[in-house]
């Protein structure tokens, strides 16, 4: 399992300023925040361009106001758009805006998960909670651990009934060290943790690092994987992620 919440993601503003610094092309810029960029139209009451004056640029509604995360309301324009799309095909060298695009999320995943999360190093930055200072602070129930494909039988030699089995014995490790203080017990706790524990980390990354990451692991076979790769999807115009991405496989 892997839970994904409170993404925040900011830096379109600045990342666009900076992307047009190469060509002094800062006139060409169309984005900018929700109400000085559009307008309503007479006829059928949907958001526009101010310079659109039929119907045919309605479409704008869906387009602008889908990214509800999307800091201070801040709108990718059509031109600005296109630019990104360009610089981002041509490879990480020319979409060097990505990296100035920050993403900000709480993740919870098993430790399996992470192990592999954390062979990204670059452009990524992570606070967890501690098992090593924190792993004896509450009881281990089954819901610590990702335990989703695990057959359960009503053996209780097999799947749900070993990590029952664990469970138990964290537990009692748990209680020992508690009311002993002798670290042998925590010691149990540290070496029997399985890989299956779920952590929570609050994660800063950027597009870029997405971009890298989404090619590589949108058909992993872990689930945990497929879900990250759907968050991506669902990112601001995370079509500069994740078209791309999709090209490069």
Not at 19 to 38: A, G, Q
């Amino acid at each position: 399992m892997i839970l994904i919440d409170k993404t925040e993601v900011t830096g379109f503003e600045q990342a666009i300023r900076g992307m047009r610094n190469p060509m002094n092309s800062w006139e060409k810029s169309d984005s900018n925040y929700h109400k000085s960029l559009t307008q309503k139209c007479d006829a059928c009451g949907k958001w526009q361009l101010p310079y659109n004056n039929s119907c045919d640029g309605c479409s704008v509604n869906d387009y602008y106001f889908s990214h509800d995360s999307m800091a201070q309301g801040f709108a990718v324009g059509v031109n600005d758009q296109k630019l990104m799309m360009k610089l981002a095909k041509s490879g990480p060298v020319h979409a060097k805006f990505r990296r100035m695009i920050v993403v900000y999320a709480d993740i919870t995943a098993p430790l399996y998960w992470w192990k592999e999360f954390d062979t990204y190093k670059v452009g990524t930055v992570a606070n967890s909670c501690s098992t090593m200072h924190k792993i004896h602070e509450k009881e281990f129930t089954l819901d610590d651990f990702s335990h989703e494909h695990l057959i359960d039988e009503g053996d209780n030699t097999w799947s749900y009934g070993f990590v029952d089995t664990v469970c138990n014995g964290l537990n009692s490790a748990r209680e020992k060290f508690l009311e002993t203080g002798d670290k042998k017990y925590w010691w149990q706790m540290i070496q029997l943790l399985p890989s299956s524990y779920n952590q929570k980390r609050t994660v800063m990354l950027n597009y870029e690092v997405l971009a890298g990451i989404y090619p590589m692991r949108r058909n992993h076979k872990l689930d945990e994987w497929h879900d990250f790769c759907r968050w991506i999807e669902k990112l601001p115009y995370s079509e500069i992620i994740y078209e791309v991405g999709a090209d490069n496989d």
